[in-house]
């Protein structure tokens, strides 16, 4: 590189380190932290947005500053509002926050305990517990990724690898409850493999449809069995111990798909509907949705860690450094080398909250939804679609079309009133309710439901 401004050596460090105006931006930012959620949604702008674009010389930290606080974060819809209850949202605690911000400035790798040191022990922690809230023994293991997405591609990748590796072949096909998510879908087509959905959509899936689907394929053929425990469109959990014991006995990975319900593993009243989730060989939990830690932060957890690294240990002469057979490297358990170290903020808000915390802020979610379902029963123009499962409440409001559903859930969002959306259940649009927010009142379930009294849609 040719440096013709001879003061650029001088002038390297103006970018990177922190001058005044910055030190005054973080202190600002840390109030702004605190306070936010006392300020209102502002109406949804009827217009493109104005972001000032990339000049050479740049606007400087305090004007980029006032835009983000000003201009483009109060655009968006926070999904730790009370009233968020469109797909599943996240309200991290302030404890995640805080580890979130201080992990970026810390400019942590978590890819190797070479370089993270006791960041990979916290995040060890934090799976560890995991491992214990699905009833995993000692030796499980697992590691944080981006999301549910990634934490299902990784889980199946696991399981393709333990299959070629005992059986030879290539297995094409992934057998899915009809209503997995959208991942697994997306990730079998990345793997180049096909699913097989079993069961009826919307329904939690039974052993007897699984066990039929099955004996129609050669077990070669079948990467895994990819089962819900809380389905994202109806919160429904599939017959998780059947599911093992057939898996079991004809030897097929079993992953299950806790992304959004396995929050719910952790009050005592609920834990017998996951009973089997213990067999499973691979499971997926995204703290990021209702474990209150920011995006993104997902788990993917392995009954036997040793088949996942084996799938996903990258090898390099630049790596041997950290491929330290004793090493635990966050980066070997799934498809992902350079990572955030995303467990940290899990880690340091179970710790500053304790778990009693976790479980009263799950508990208080599940006794909302089942207000707002309560609350629905007794209402003349709206009624229950389907029995509740966990913390998502489906529902009709008589009279609506799908249109009419689809411009109350615009117009809601338009005015900052709330943010829901409307679903498909067996076919039919109807209105859906996710609770995961312990700060969502009974108060902000009347609210919204008060906004489906009149008979079209308002704001
Ligand atoms: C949300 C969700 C996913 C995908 O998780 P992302 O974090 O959005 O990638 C997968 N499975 C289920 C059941 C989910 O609810």
Same mark, same amino acid.
């Given at each position: 590189?040719?440096?013709? /401004?001879?003061?650029?050596?001088?002038?390297?460090?103006?970018?990177?380190?922190?001058?005044?105006?910055?030190?005054?931006?973080?202190?600002?930012?840390?109030?702004?932290? !605190?306070?936010?959620?006392?300020?209102?949604?502002?109406?949804?702008?009827?217009?493109?947005?104005?972001?000032?674009?990339?000049?050479?010389?740049?606007?400087?930290?305090?004007?980029?500053?006032?835009?983000?606080?000003?201009?483009?974060?109060?655009?968006?819809?926070?999904?730790?509002?009370?009233?968020?209850?469109?797909?599943?949202?996240?309200?991290?605690?302030?404890?995640?926050?805080?580890?979130?911000?201080?992990?970026?400035?810390?400019?942590?790798?978590?890819?190797?305990?070479?370089?993270?040191? /006791?960041?990979?022990?916290?995040?060890?922690?934090?799976?560890?517990?995991?491992? *214990?809230?699905?009833?995993?023994?000692?030796? !499980?293991?697992?590691?944080?990724?981006?999301?549910?997405?990634?934490?299902?591609?990784?889980?199946?990748?696991?399981?393709?690898?333990?299959?070629?590796?005992?059986?030879?072949?290539?297995?094409?096909?992934?057998?899915?409850?009809?209503?997995?998510?959208?991942?697994?879908?997306?990730?079998?087509?990345?793997?180049?493999?096909?699913?097989?959905?079993?069961?009826?959509?919307?329904?939690?899936?039974?052993?007897?449809?699984?066990?039929?689907?099955?004996?129609?394929?050669?077990?070669?053929?079948?990467?895994?069995?990819?089962?819900?425990?809380?389905?994202?469109?109806?919160?429904?959990?599939?017959?998780?111990?059947?599911?093992?014991?057939?898996?079991?006995?004809?030897?097929?990975?079993?992953?299950? *798909?806790?992304?959004?319900?396995?929050?719910?593993?952790?009050?005592?009243?609920?834990?017998?509907?996951?009973?089997?989730?213990?067999?499973?060989?691979?499971?997926?939990? /995204?703290?990021?949705?209702?474990?209150?830690?920011?995006?993104?932060?997902?788990?993917?957890?392995?009954? *036997?860690?040793?088949?996942?690294?084996?799938?996903?240990?990258?090898?390099?002469?630049?790596?041997?450094?950290?491929?330290?057979?004793?090493?635990?490297?966050?980066?070997?358990?799934?498809?992902?080398?350079?990572?955030?170290?995303?467990?940290?903020?899990?880690? !340091?808000?179970?710790?500053?909250?304790?778990?009693?915390?976790?479980?009263?802020?799950?508990?208080?979610?599940?006794?909302?939804?089942?207000?707002?379902?309560?609350?629905?029963?007794?209402?003349?123009?709206?009624?229950?679609?389907?029995?509740?499962?966990?913390?998502?409440?489906?529902?009709?409001?008589?009279?609506?079309?799908?249109?009419?559903? !689809?411009?109350?859930?615009?117009?809601?969002?338009?005015?900052?009133?709330?943010?829901?959306?409307?679903?498909?259940?067996?076919?039919?649009?109807?209105?859906?309710?996710?609770?995961?927010?312990?700060?969502?009142?009974?108060?902000?379930?009347?609210?919204?439901?008060?906004?489906?009294?009149?008979?079209?849609?308002?704001?």
């Amino acid at each position: 590189m040719t440096v013709r /401004d001879p003061h650029f050596y001088d002038r390297r460090g103006d970018v990177h380190d922190f001058a005044l105006q910055d030190r005054q931006v973080l202190r600002e930012l840390a109030s702004w932290m !605190a306070d936010r959620r006392e300020t209102p949604i502002p109406p949804r702008p009827d217009r493109a947005p104005d972001l000032p674009g990339v000049t050479r010389a740049g606007i400087g930290i305090q004007a980029t500053w006032a835009l983000l606080r000003d201009v483009l974060l109060p655009s968006s819809f926070p999904t730790d509002h009370p009233r968020y209850l469109a797909f599943v949202g996240g309200s991290p605690t302030p404890a995640a926050v805080i580890a979130d911000a201080a992990l970026s400035a810390a400019a942590v790798y978590g890819g190797s305990e070479l370089e993270a040191g /006791d960041v990979v022990a916290a995040e060890r922690m934090a799976i560890r517990w995991l491992c *214990d809230v699905v009833g995993y023994p000692e030796k !499980a293991h697992g590691v944080f990724v981006s999301g549910g997405s990634l934490a299902n591609l990784s889980a199946l990748v696991s399981a393709r690898h333990e299959r070629v590796v005992t059986h030879g072949g290539m297995p094409t096909v992934v057998v899915a409850s009809a209503s997995a998510h959208s991942s697994i879908r997306a990730a079998t087509s990345i793997m180049g493999c096909r699913v097989i959905s079993v069961g009826t959509p919307d329904r939690p899936l039974r052993g007897d449809e699984l066990t039929a689907a099955l004996d129609s394929l050669d077990p070669s053929e079948v990467v895994a069995v990819v089962a819900n425990a809380g389905a994202t469109n109806t919160g429904a959990i599939d017959a998780l111990q059947e599911i093992a014991e057939i898996c079991e006995v004809r030897g097929i990975w079993m992953h299950v *798909d806790a992304a959004y319900g396995g929050a719910a593993l952790l009050v005592p009243g609920k834990r017998d509907e996951f009973a089997g989730i213990e067999h499973a060989d691979s499971v997926t939990i /995204d703290p990021h949705k209702w474990l209150f830690t920011p995006f993104d932060c997902a788990a993917v957890l392995y009954l *036997d860690p040793t088949i996942a690294r084996a799938a996903h240990q990258q090898r390099a002469v630049y790596l041997e450094a950290v491929e330290d057979d004793g090493a635990d490297n966050p980066a070997d358990y799934a498809a992902h080398l350079t990572r955030r170290a995303r467990g940290v903020p899990v880690w !340091a808000s179970l710790v500053a909250n304790g778990t009693d915390a976790y479980v009263d802020a799950v508990e208080t979610c599940l006794a909302v939804a089942d207000y707002a379902a309560k609350q629905i029963e007794a209402i003349a123009h709206l009624e229950i679609v389907t029995e509740p499962h966990l913390s998502v409440v489906l529902f009709r409001r008589h009279g609506w079309t799908a249109d009419d559903n !689809a411009l109350w859930s615009a117009r809601l969002q338009a005015s900052g009133t709330a943010l829901v959306t409307p679903t498909t259940f067996e076919g039919e649009s109807v209105l859906r309710l996710c609770f995961v927010n312990p700060l969502t009142t009974t108060d902000d379930v009347d609210l919204v439901l008060k906004t489906l009294e009149c008979d079209a849609p308002t704001g």
